[in-house]
T-cell receptor
Framework: DAGITQSPRHKVTETGTPVTLRCHQT?????MYWYRQDPGHGLRLIHY???????DKGEVSDGYSVSRSKTEDFLLTLESATSSQTSVYFC?????????????????FGEGSRLTVL | GESVGLHLPTLSVQEGDNSIINCAYS??????FIWYKQESGKGPQFIID?????DKRQGQRVTVLLNKTVKHLSLQIAATQPGDSAVYFC?????????????FGRGTQLTVWP
C-alpha cells in the first residue's frame, strides 16, 4: 500500500460539465501520474507531475488539465466532459527516480475512479 | 503491447497447473520490463520486474523470461491458484530516454477453475 487515495471512486455526470478527480498520497513521493484505462487500449498516460507545480503531458492529454499545488495532491480536471472520457482513471506514484523525468521505478496505483459521462 | 483488437486475450487453466502469459513488446530500446496483476475493480499491482541485461528472473511462484531477440516477454505462474485469476499486463520502458515512461500492453485475462 503506497498510501494513495482517489476520490471520487464513482461519478456519473453529463456532457459539458466540469469534473475534477483527486489523487492524494501520504508518503511524499515526487512523481505522480494520471492514467486512463479503456477496453482494447490498456493503460494510457494522461498527465504526470515531477514535483509541485511541475507537470507535463502524456500520450492522451487532450481535454484534460492537471494541477499540483501540494506534494500530496494531484488533481485531474475535465473542463467540459465528453462521452469519450467515460473511463476508469487511475492515479499512480513511483518510488524510483533514477533516470528519465517520469521516474523509472515500479508504479503503485490507486484503486481507480470510474467516470461515466452521459 | 501484446495484442490487437478490442478483446483481451484469455487463458483458462485448472487449479494447480502452470500458467504462461505472453507479451510482445514494441520498442527495441526498452531496457526495463514489469508485470502487473489487476484484479477486478482494483488498480494494477506490481508482480515482478526484469532488466534487459537479464533473460530470466524468479520470484515466489512466478518467473519472467525475456527474449530480446524477438522482443518477447513471458510470465510463468507455478501451481496456479484461484487467487491468481486477474488481468495481467506487461509494461516496458526505455530508461535512457529523457521522456522515458512506461508503456503498457492491453493485458491477458487469466481464469483459474477448480
Amino acid at each position: 500500500d503506497a498510501g494513495i487515495t482517489q476520490s471520487p471512486r464513482h461519478k456519473v455526470t453529463e456532457t459539458g460539465t466540469p469534473v475534477t478527480l483527486r489523487c492524494h498520497q501520504t508518503e511524499n513521493h515526487r512523481y505522480m501520474y494520471w492514467y486512463r484505462q479503456d477496453p482494447g487500449h490498456g493503460l494510457r498516460l494522461i498527465h504526470y507531475s515531477y514535483g509541485v507545480k511541475d507537470t507535463d503531458k502524456g500520450e492522451v492529454s487532450d481535454g484534460y488539465s492537471v494541477s499540483r499545488s501540494k506534494t500530496e495532491d494531484f488533481l485531474l480536471t475535465l473542463e467540459s466532459a465528453t462521452s469519450s472520457q467515460t473511463s476508469v482513471y487511475f492515479c499512480a506514484i513511483t518510488t524510483g527516480a533514477s533516470g528519465g523525468r517520469t521516474g523509472t521505478g515500479e508504479l503503485f496505483f490507486g484503486e481507480g475512479s470510474r467516470l461515466t459521462v452521459l | 503491447g501484446e495484442s490487437v483488437g478490442l478483446h483481451l486475450p484469455t487463458l483458462s487453466v485448472q487449479e494447480g497447473d502452470n500458467s504462461i502469459i505472453n507479451c510482445a513488446y514494441s520498442n527495441s530500446a526498452s531496457d526495463y520490463f514489469i508485470w502487473y496483476k489487476q484484479e477486478s475493480g482494483k488498480g494494477p499491482q506490481f508482480i515482478i520486474d526484469i532488466r534487459s541485461n537479464m533473460d530470466k528472473r524468479q520470484g515466489q511462484r512466478v518467473t519472467v523470461l525475456l527474449n530480446k531477440t524477438v522482443k518477447h516477454l513471458s510470465l510463468q505462474i507455478a501451481a496456479t491458484q484461484p487467487g491468481d485469476s486477474a488481468v495481467y499486463f506487461c509494461a516496458e520502458i526505455d530508461r535512457g530516454s529523457t521522456l522515458g515512461r512506461l508503456y503498457f500492453g492491453r493485458g491477458t485475462q487469466l481464469t483459474v477453475w477448480p
